[in-house]
């Protein structure tokens, strides 16, 4: 890293009471930068960590929560299909907030986190390099609302110059829990590895990266995530006696859900809380 987002910093992270977030924490630590933490939750500081309690569908509180911070790392709101009125609340107008909450605040650089189910019904039999930008086939309203924060930090990345790179991830834990994971697995040190590269790539603009490690199955390009500096480590192969043994053996090309990023997120009812 080098740059205005090598040296001391101090970056906010929403969602900072979260499981991802908690993946994350530990490996953005580093001497003289600082972890501004947001969330409805409060949690426990670390040494360099400070903690907000506020919502991110909260204009205000996240102007507030944005000063004196070089950038913004979005990971707060709903991690599942909820209702439509949830979905749009936290997920849509809290992207909105955070959004305009940096900008209002002079904050030039916002990563915002995505997920494959923004693509969720995308057909994957028999590719490996899906690119990761295809235009959006949401699975669900929470895939709805990750397509309309990818949207919204289009329109602030062209109307206020604003670099934003929204990462479209994959399964982001410790253990890939199923066969899908074989292709769509996102290690915790690839995941910080990638937003490292999204902190420190110079003048981004507007980026959408796929969220995955460099897995032997995967379905998704890598180029995207190599162009901002992005070189992922780790492979959900290694996992394959364990995954096989409690799921047996995967069968890409005739399982429905290996057949559509979205995975089993295609058949569930929309709205369901």
């Known amino acids: 890293m080098d740059g205005r987002f090598g040296g001391l910093q101090r970056i906010l992270i929403t969602g900072g009471a979260g499981k991802v ?7 953005l630590a580093r001497p003289g930068r600082s972890l501004r933490l947001v969330d409805v939750r409060p949690t426990a500081p670390a040494e360099g960590e400070e903690v907000v309690v506020a919502s991110v569908d909260d204009l205000d509180a996240m102007t507030l929560a944005c000063k004196d911070v070089d ?12 209702t439509v009125e ?11 907030c955070v959004l305009e909450a940096a900008r209002l605040a ?3 650089r916002v990563v915002l986190a995505s997920s494959n189910h923004a693509v969720g019904f995308e057909d994957v039999a028999g590719r490996t390099d899906v690119p990761a930008d295809i235009p959006g086939r949401p699975d669900t309203m929470y895939g709805w609302s990750k397509v309309a924060a990818e949207a919204a930090g289009r329109l602030y990345a062209d109307r206020f110059g604003m670099d934003v790179l929204c990462l479209r991830i994959g399964l982001w834990v410790g253990v890939p829990p199923g066969p899908r994971a074989l292709a769509m697995w996102l290690s915790p040190d690839d995941g910080a590895r990638l937003v490292e590269a999204c902190l420190s790539t110079p003048d981004p603009g507007y980026r959408i990266v ?3 490690s460099r897995n032997t199955r995967r379905w ?11 070189f992922p480590r780790d492979d959900a192969e290694r996992f394959l006696p364990q995954l096989v ?8 090309e005739g399982d429905p859900t290996l057949r559509r990023v979205g995975g089993p997120w295609c058949e569930i009812p929309l709205g369901r809380v």
């Open 210 to 212: 796929w969220g995955i």
């Open 21 to 27: 977030a908690a993946l994350l924490r530990t490996r």
């Open 71 to 82: 950038a913004v790392v979005h990971l707060g709101g709903l991690a599942k299909e909820d």
């Open 106 to 108: 002079g904050v030039r």
């Open 245 to 252: 043994a409690t799921h047996g053996e995967p069968d890409f």
């Open 86 to 96: 949830n979905v749009l609340r936290v997920n849509a107008y809290g992207t909105f």
């Open 220 to 230: 998704c390009s890598l180029a995207e995530g190599e162009a901002i500096g992005y």
